[in-house]
């Protein structure tokens, strides 16, 4: 039987872990929606659930060790018109994590610095931390050996163009250091999603490697965009193929197992799935935050109208602890921003189709 510990949050040992949102719902009896990951409202995809399923009949074999065909098919979505010429800078992974922490750790020694947002998704920091770099704080001036930039930052949902982007990096980098750009949820920015991404500029990354030394990685989580977070899917594309190859010699093998490499080489080629995502989640996005808005004045919402969640200040951290509890209750857990993020008085909760928003919406009316 397990023993209470008193420095968890729930599952997490908050002496060792990083605290994430979506474990409530394996503890709950009502559960209805998950609120607190910021997943796509519509789902895992059923053609690439399918696929993924039938993988397990593959199960006694091991993974392909080059993650192909998964790793090619990948590459065409990401660079339709010239994925050859590209594909050999990018690598898969068990979930962004383990590439945050690979890339991290081959960076160059020194400070690091987060993105010049109020806070973003912690495992960038996690991961400097534990390999000793020094925390420079978000409004520092100095010019650090690593950074690391969330676009669109989750939580916050400030989302930074691609002149805003590459003036933040020539601000914020020093020559020879390592950039990390993680474009997790860019893709939801539209069907235009490839032209606003950093995976598109290949010669600004060629330049500022070949000029200045300044290594550029964009990192993903697929995780979100095609709601597969039990899978661990994540990839990252390398400003050259030598940094591509330093990470292959440090990654443990066949660290993505066949069911997500099915899954992914299938849920790529699912366009109509992409489309309602790209059509849908600003309408429910917006609507939900208009019934907020008609119950809670005094909340403040926060975030770019595409991305998948709504980040709110309810101005009293007695509020926003209700606001969780209530959910919680409800079946419909909401992630606190008072755990990792040190903002209590907000919350995040995912954009999800209205007949479930108005289940976690009727618990708040209480509040």
């Not at 101005?315 to 921003?337: C, F, I, M, Y």
Request: charged fraction near 20%; glycine fraction near 6%; aromatic fraction near 10%.
């Amino acid at each position: 039987m397990p023993t209470a510990n008193t420095t968890s949050n729930g599952p997490w040992d908050a002496k060792l872990q990083q605290f994430h949102g979506g474990q409530d719902w394996a503890h709950m009896d009502n559960f209805i929606e998950d609120f607190s990951v910021t997943t796509n409202a519509f789902g895992m995809p059923d053609s690439a659930m399918a696929a993924a399923i039938q993988s397990i009949s593959h199960g006694h074999h091991y993974p392909p060790a080059d993650q192909e065909p998964a790793r090619s098919s990948l590459a065409r979505f990401l660079w339709p018109a010239d994925f050859e010429s590209e594909q050999d800078r990018l690598i898969l992974g068990n979930g962004a994590s383990e590439l945050i922490d690979l890339v991290i750790r081959m960076a160059p020694s020194g400070t690091w610095k987060p993105g010049p947002f109020r806070t973003q998704y912690k495992e960038y920091e996690r991961s400097a931390r534990n390999n000793n770099f020094e925390l420079l704080p978000v409004d520092s001036k100095d010019k650090a050996n690593v950074a690391c930039l969330v676009n669109p930052c989750n939580p916050t949902g400030d989302y930074l163009e691609l002149p805003e982007l590459k003036r933040w990096i020539s601000a914020n980098v020093l020559p020879g250091g390592y950039v990390l750009i993680d474009e997790s949820m860019q893709p939801w920015h539209s069907a235009e999603f490839r032209e606003h991404s950093l995976t598109s500029q290949h010669e600004y990354i060629k330049k500022m490697y070949e000029e200045h030394k300044i290594s550029i990685f964009v990192m993903h989580s697929w995780t979100k965009l095609w709601c597969c977070t039990g899978l661990r899917l994540g990839s990252v594309v390398c400003p050259t193929v030598d940094h591509m190859r330093a990470i292959k010699k440090v990654q443990v093998p066949w660290s993505v197992n066949v069911v997500a490499l099915a899954f992914l080489n299938s849920v790529v080629a699912d366009e109509t799935y992409l489309q309602k995502t790209w059509q849908m989640t600003p309408v429910w996005r917006q609507q939900t935050i208009s019934r907020l808005q008609e119950m809670f004045p005094d909340w403040v919402f926060y975030g770019r109208e595409f991305i998948s969640w709504i980040w709110i200040d309810t101005g009293s951290e007695a509020t926003a602890q209700k606001a969780v509890d209530l959910a919680h209750a409800a079946g419909v857990p909401v992630r606190s921003g008072s755990p990792g993020y040190n903002l209590p008085s907000f919350v995040r909760l995912a954009v999800r189709e209205p007949a479930k928003a108005n289940v976690l919406l009727n618990a708040w009316k209480s509040l």
